[in-house]
């Protein structure tokens, strides 16, 4: 039975068993991160406290052939992080088992999602949700990266050595590192889903590239004002090196959508 021939009941049936199979997948690598976390935690989620961070590591170099660079050296940089409640070790590490597992079971996720909607398209819209579902996912992974090798780590590396007063100990609850290491990289990821909406709207006869080309300059004191806001470190490095993925962001929508207002009735997308 075709899903065109399916009873509103037929079809909830069907979605039930997608999101069973969803859920013992969410279930399963949550199983799987509760056995691998604790081994993970300091080499990945807490990395960034550490000098010999890859990213620290990197700007240091850089800064032996650009002296006007932060001091990204190892003497500039100590963290102590603090539990002060009871049950945040324990939550942290629930709560990282089953961001541990969204995150690996996303790509089967979305492969239950396409299963689900892809009987009832046609086959130009087939293959233009596939490819969006494809695009979509990728770039949330490519902004999640960004997030945890340059944002969070230019933000963290600024605030957790801001000093108001030489008299205040800058000491780090857990409780605070988790919530803006998730929402940080968190936030890159949905950012890097800007082209995606463009080419939503682009699909909708909403926008073209030649509103892209026409915004140019906007685009580039947009990212800068949006890279203010996300990286409050003040200094010029940190600000170019945020700027520079967000402004890619605008180049990439204007590659995905379409070229002109279409001439047919149909016309193909991801041109």
């Known amino acids: 039975m075709s899903k065109d021939e399916m009873s509103f009941w037929d079809h909830l049936d ?3 068993s997608h999101l069973i199979r969803i859920v013992v997948a969410l279930m399963t690598l949550t199983l799987v991160g ?14 960034p406290r550490s000098s010999d961070f890859i990213t620290y590591r990197l700007f240091e170099k850089m800064g032996e052939i650009l002296p006007f660079l932060p001091d990204f050296s190892a003497e500039a940089f100590s963290v102590q992080i603090l539990n002060i409640n009871m049950t945040t070790q324990f939550m942290t590490y629930l709560s990282s088992s089953f961001a541990f597992a969204v995150l690996f079971s996303t790509p089967y996720i979305f492969y239950e999602i396409w299963r689900f909607v892809s009987p009832a398209l046609y086959e130009n819209e087939t293959k233009n949700i596939k490819k969006a579902f494809t695009f979509g996912g990728v770039m949330f992974i490519v902004g999640c990266l960004v997030g945890y090798f ?3 780590p230019l933000i963290f590396r600024f605030l957790i050595t801001f000093e108001l007063s030489s008299s205040i100990e800058n000491m780090l609850s857990l409780d605070s590192y988790m919530s803006n290491f998730y929402k940080l990289i968190l936030v890159m990821g949905v950012v890097f889903e800007l082209p995606l909406m463009f080419w939503i709207l682009s699909s909708m006869g909403l926008i073209y590239r030649s509103f892209f080309s026409k915004y140019r300059r906007h685009a580039i004191v ?6 203010a806001i996300i990286t409050p470190t003040g200094d010029p490095f940190s600000l170019f090196v945020v700027t520079i993925p967000l402004y890619m962001l605008w180049e990439i929508s204007a590659f995905v959508v379409k070229k002109e207002p279409p001439t047919e009735e149909s016309p193909a997308m991801f041109e």
Request: hydrophobic fraction near 70%; glycine fraction near 4%; charged fraction near 10%.
């Open 222 to 227: 947009g990212s800068l004002i949006l890279a």
């Open 14 to 16: 069907e979605l039930r």
């Open 34 to 47: 509760l056995l691998i976390i604790p081994s993970i935690f300091d080499t990945i989620i807490l990395a």
């Open 150 to 152: 340059i944002v969070f």
